[in-house]
């Protein structure tokens, strides 16, 4: 064979593996395609085993695709498997956020698994997500009953019976909720009445259970469903511990039970990084990630291993790649933006935002994300720009009329932020923030303080837990009602809840200081000005200060 000869075939072989390299992804989206219709046969003859072996091989083969993992998620949750089946809605949540089916099926499983709080949490996303599903906005009017939440729930429990005036269950959950709301539950028996229910159903009204108290607490990996929680507990044991080899056991063991799923080498990433190994970690959760795409726990992980390599910048540099990457995977914009404000590099932030507008190109999400970014850097008049422009083409979206009214206080344009709220409570009257945002603003024009208190009060008989809400409940009866006792009642276990927020702090210290309680006030206030902690009140605040600590010297001397 000639030198020439040599040189053309291992430029043919060359162009072969090359063509082999470009068209594999697609040679696999083939393959996996004809997969799930065999599945679908398999599941029609009843042979369940072998259709969740072939959605598990269809997975390795390509990991995005919804459709499967839809499937094999509900094929899990219908055989009670509730670890499988929460791994792969979430991944499909992730994958797919307004995926109302994702979200649906999360709630069920943690409905299965007696997790309330979180299940709510789950029907709220399905809901705001565009679900009109009676019985899914019936259930969440359940839920928030049982939670104390009566406000809330009185008003899912109307929607439910306008999707299904014959609907006994809503009914009653409305009944029941306006009886703890307001005392007035006669006027909705007798809508039933006429509406065909059975007036037997409200036989046994009132209900003495006492409501669920709600943790508030984030998802944390630790309280997800069944052996899950229990095997990351006692990886994170063994991790304190530092016994490393029982916690790589464990991490080889999830991947084996929980295949095509990213707990084997996302837990295997969580090891190496607490040994230090961080280029070992890096690739277990790039595998994580390739298993289950646009997972956000997997990204958050990986943020301080490169922050670690290059600081703020490096971090927006390589959230930016995974972005172009994966085109449609925008979670990682948002914190890039945050990282290159870190980094002193505002316009690069910026720009990383409004690459969501050509992503996602029929969605309120990127003018939500720009305006908050606008507000976090002060810039009130262009956040003003970004809603109108947001609202002009989704003129119901909520998060746009709130982040308007934010901006309207920041201008001191009392009038646009009180429109921006009221109509935020009109496309969602259960929104506390909103409520709690709006009552704090009206506390401060006296000929609006009544219906502040309105605000207040309704919010009293929801159970709110928020920091944020608690803390302008309280704002409000102490400068609108003048009780001080009442305000603490909010403004103690708001600031416990945010520790870190000044503003809270001062109010207490005004509360306790109205109580009598000098030297209460004096610790609160230490708190709210300890240094870098800048904050809207902050001159009255040291006002106070120097008038407390000259009179607690004046009664030594």
């Known amino acids: 064979m000639t030198a020439k000869t040599v040189v053309v075939v291992a430029a043919a072989v060359a162009a072969i593996a090359a063509a082999f390299f470009l068209f594999r992804p697609r040679l696999a989206r083939l393959r996996e395609s004809q997969m799930v219709v065999d599945v679908r ?5 009843g042979s369940r085993d072998r259709a969740r072996a072939g959605l598990i091989e269809a997975l390795d083969l390509v990991p995005a695709d919804a459709e499967a993992r839809r499937m094999l998620a509900q094929l899990e949750l219908d055989e009670k498997r509730l670890e499988p089946a929460f791994l792969h809605f979430q991944a499909l949540s992730e994958l797919q956020p307004g995926n109302t089916q994702a979200w649906l099926g999360l709630s069920r499983v943690r409905i299965a698994a007696d997790q309330a709080e979180e299940a709510e949490a789950a029907l709220s996303r399905a809901i705001d997500a565009g679900l009109e599903d009676e019985a899914a906005i019936k259930q969440r009017a359940q839920l928030r009953y049982r939670f104390g939440r009566y406000h809330g729930a009185l008003i899912d429990a109307e929607r439910a019976i306008r999707l299904d005036p014959r609907d006994a269950e809503a009914w009653l959950i409305a009944a029941r909720s306006a009886l703890h709301e307001s005392g007035k539950d006669e006027a909705i028996v007798e809508r039933a009445v006429a509406a065909g229910v059975d007036r037997k159903v409200f036989a046994q009204l009132p209900d003495e259970a006492a409501p669920i108290p709600r943790r508030g607490a984030p998802d944390r990996a630790e309280g997800w469903p069944g052996q899950l929680g229990e095997l990351i507990r006692d990886l994170l044991a063994k991790i304190r511990g530092k016994d490393w080899g029982a916690a790589k056991v464990l991490a080889l063991r999830a ?6 799923t990213l707990m084997g080498p996302w837990l295997e990433g969580l090891v190496e990084y607490q040994r230090g190994e961080f280029a070992a970690a890096e690739k277990s959760f790039r595998e994580a990630l390739r298993r289950s795409p646009r997972s956000h726990r997997v990204v958050t992980n990986l943020i301080p291993i490169w922050s670690r390599q290059g600081g703020a910048l490096r971090v927006g540099d390589e959230l930016s790649k995974l972005a172009a990457d994966d085109p449609g995977f925008v979670y ?3 914190i890039a933006a945050r990282a290159y ?3 002193d590099q505002p316009a690069r932030a910026e720009a990383a935002l409004r690459q969501e507008f050509a992503i996602l190109a029929d969605s309120p999400v990127p003018f939500r994300d720009l305006a908050a970014f606008d507000l976090e850097i002060d810039r009130a008049s262009e956040a003003i720009v970004v ?11 909520s998060e746009l009329h709130l982040d308007a009214a934010r901006a309207g206080v920041l201008l001191g344009d009392r009038a646009r932020a009180t429109e921006g709220y009221e109509a935020a409570l009109r496309e969602r ?6 409520a709690a945002e709006l009552a704090a603003l009206l506390v401060e024009d006296h000929g609006q303080r009544d219906r502040a208190l309105a605000l207040v009060h309704t919010l009293e008989r929801d159970a709110p837990i928020e920091p944020e809400v608690l803390g302008a409940m309280g704002v409000v009866f102490l400068e609108g009602a003048n009780d001080a006792a009442r305000a603490r009642q909010f403004l103690e276990p708001a600031s416990a809840a945010a520790p870190a927020d000044a503003r809270l702090h001062y109010e207490l210290a005004v509360a306790f200081n109205r109580m009598g309680s000098a030297s209460r006030a004096v610790d609160e206030l230490r708190r709210a000005l300890a240094p870098g902690r800048p904050f809207r009140g902050e001159a009255e605040a040291r006002r106070l200060m120097r008038q407390l600590t000259g009179a607690e010297s004046r009664v030594r001397r």
């Open 255 to 260: 991947g084996q039970t929980w295949p095509a």
């Open 429 to 434: 009257p259960y929104d506390q923030v909103a």
């Open 332 to 334: 990682p914009l948002r």
């Open 41 to 45: 046969q398999e599941l029609a003859a």
């Open 387 to 397: 809603c109108e422009r947001g609202l002009a083409r989704f003129p119901r979206d």
């Open 341 to 343: 404000l870190e980094g």
